[in-house]
């Protein structure tokens, strides 16, 4: 098993987030190797959930734990929503927005169809928190970003805290 190693996550407004990730077609040991990569630079950034498109990989993977102990990887590959149900409101946050989070409302339930890493196909179903999770990083792989969904104000209300954020970590 080569080492595991952390790969750079794009910042907001880069434009590679905007990108449409295509299918993996290919399942075979570099594709573990990038998952298992995606994993370590999710937990090395205290993140829940990352998509490929977060790491400049323009392929329809993404990885979440939202565990306590950091044990429970699930890989989406390929996936679909199939279902939705509900809706709530959460409390967004996001690798490539450090230190920006944002009231969002997605569906309550999923149940998507996606693959695992050796291409076997299956059904996902997710609730609440979890739900949240997979919808985010869905988007991320449409080219989609969860300040699209607040209202005009709003965003650049946080685009221009990200903004300042930037400026003190710079001249700190």
């Known amino acids: 098993m080569a080492a595991m190693s952390t790969l750079a996550i794009l ?5 590679r987030l905007r990108t449409r990730a295509a299918p993996v077609t290919v399942f075979d040991a570099a594709l573990k190797q990038f998952v298992a990569d995606m994993f370590e630079t999710m937990y090395a950034a205290n993140g829940v959930g990352l ?44 690798l490539s927005f450090p230190g920006l989070y944002a009231d969002v409302t997605r569906a309550l339930k999923v149940k998507v169809k996606a693959q695992d890493t050796d291409g076997r ?32 104000l709003k965003r650049s209300m946080l685009l221009k805290r990200l903004e300042k954020q930037r400026k003190q970590a710079a001249s700190a």
């Open 51 to 94: 998509a490929a498109t977060q790491v400049d990989v323009h392929r329809q993977v993404l990885v979440i734990d939202m565990s306590e102990g950091r044990n429970q990887p699930l890989v989406l590959i390929n996936a679909g929503i199939v279902e939705k149900d509900g809706a709530q409101v959460y409390q967004e946050g996001c």
């Open 121 to 152: 196909e299956f059904l996902y179903e997710a609730e609440g928190p979890l739900a949240v999770a997979v919808q985010h990083e869905m988007d991320h792989l449409a080219g989609k970003v969860f300040v699209d969904y607040l209202s005009p």
């Open 11 to 15: 910042e907001f407004p880069d434009p």
